[in-house]
């Protein structure tokens, strides 16, 4: 992101205003040749906020590596278009394969048993069970962290929460039952039952959890978009990556894991098919570009004047004079500070693509020029004809025999070049536009 831009304090004029103002007459006579006047007229004014700014796309997610493994298969290439749920790459684990076939033998075992002998020590056995439910919850949640796509790391973090829960209170009867045989008031068979129930439960459970870990090698693409190989660069150079996304509305997905290290100079940034992959490490990444953005930062001495729906024209470092529409859609309430310590608010815009336009890629440098105010055949006058006095808005006016007197006006939305007057003055009145520095009360005027 380029560094903010200087306030503009009088933002830039509408077309329409630069045609009257050449249009209006300016006159000068000899004895004071340095001295211009125009007539007041109308036009439309335009007040404008520039702010820098960057393409975003409307969500990306950055698919990772659930386990230790290889690359066994890549099914898509750099640039497709790929839909929602569509096959990927495969991650080949073998350990996530020996940990699902011994959980499944477990679980078989498990089934089978009765839940053991009388001269089981029904304490110490639920306390090994609980141990080892503890491990397999904790290892869950670990490989769980490890899943870029938020849809299958919330559903999967749910799933071991559900099963955690299931099984405090599979393990709490398992110690009501051997309360009750230690008091008398129950067999062991019952105690031994409900042992037998919890080693089921928590079979299961280690066998679900095991499963769902080799499904989620299977990569499958939770948005639609453009598939990029490995993750997003974090070189110094480039833009934050929450920056890439455009925020255009609530609930989309953005999915994007934390920073991805950048690979060293001449390295590929992606995993070959066939290589060494680690837990975490970015396979690619999935950009949906169906809906190009805007985020402008606009300065805390601006942000006030912007409302949502405000208008505004975009252009981009990579096109230079090509004006791309877009509209206000949100406004950040937090600000964002920058590396030189100003305060601006992120303004979300919304990026419309004339047909002859060259697309925008996410992450492109651009200015917004934010329409805050526009005054349509409003009374207005060259902004070189107002000055300050007496701390208000004032302008010299010729009077009707033809010398100078001060008049103070109103000033309402302010262009680069002319400004609407909403008081003190009447169409068809001169004031002075050049020189006004050189005018006193009563002074006669051409």
Not at 30 to 42: M, S, W
Not at 96 to 112: E, H, I, M
Not at 399 to 426: H, K, Y
């Amino acid at each position: 992101m380029r560094p903010l831009l200087h306030r503009t304090t009088r933002p830039a004029l509408a077309i329409g205003a630069i045609v009257l103002l050449v249009a209006l007459t300016a006159a000068s006579c000899e004895d004071t040749p340095d001295v211009g006047l125009a007539d007041v007229g109308r036009s439309t004014v335009s007040e404008l906020v520039d702010a820098p700014a960057s393409v975003t796309a409307r969500a990306a997610v950055t698919l990772t590596a659930p386990a230790d493994g290889t690359l066994a298969r890549l099914a898509v290439t750099p640039g497709q278009q790929v839909a929602k749920g569509q096959l990927l790459a495969v991650i080949s684990s073998p350990a996530s394969q020996t940990r699902l076939r011994q959980a499944k033998q477990a679980l078989d075992a498990a089934k089978r048993s009765g839940g053991g002998g009388p001269r089981v020590d029904l304490s110490a056995a639920r306390r090994k069970l609980d141990k080892a439910a503890r491990d397999a919850f904790d290892e869950a949640r670990k490989a769980a962290a490890q899943i870029a796509d938020p849809a299958v790391r919330d559903a999967l973090l749910a799933h071991i929460v559900a099963a955690e829960t299931g099984y405090r209170q599979a393990s709490a009867g398992v110690a009501s039952a051997a309360d009750a045989v230690q008091r008398g008031v129950a067999s062991l068979g019952s105690a031994m039952q409900a042992l037998g129930s919890a080693q089921r439960l928590q079979a299961q459970q280690a066998y679900d959890l095991a499963r769902s870990t080799v499904n989620a090698l299977s990569l499958r693409a939770p948005i639609a978009g453009v598939v990029q190989l490995g993750g997003t660069s974090s070189a110094a150079a480039a833009p934050d990556l929450s920056s890439l996304l455009g925020g255009m509305g609530a609930g989309l997905p953005s999915g994007v894991s934390g920073p991805v290290a950048a690979a060293p100079a001449g390295v590929a940034s992606a995993p070959a098919v066939g290589a060494p992959i680690s837990t975490g490490t970015a396979v690619l990444t999935i950009v949906d570009t169906s809906e190009l953005g805007v985020v402008a930062e606009v300065d805390e001495t601006d942000i006030l004047l912007v409302q949502t729906g405000v208008a505004a024209d975009v252009e981009l470092d990579a096109a230079p004079g090509v004006s791309y529409p877009a509209r206000v859609s949100a406004i950040d309430v937090l600000p964002t500070p920058n590396s030189r310590g100003a305060v601006a608010y992120r303004v979300h815009l919304t990026l419309e693509v004339p047909a002859d336009a060259p697309a925008p890629r996410p992450g492109m440098s651009a200015v917004a020029r934010l329409r805050v105010r526009e005054a349509a055949d409003a009374l207005a006058v060259p902004a070189a004809a107002v000055f300050t006095c007496d701390g208000k808005d004032c302008v010299w006016v010729r009077g009707t025999d033809g010398r100078a007197q001060r008049r103070a006006v109103e000033i309402g939305a302010s262009g680069a070049d002319t400004l609407q007057v909403t008081g003190g003055l009447q169409e068809g009145e001169r004031v002075v536009v050049r020189g006004v520095d050189r005018v006193a009360e009563g002074d006669e005027l051409p």
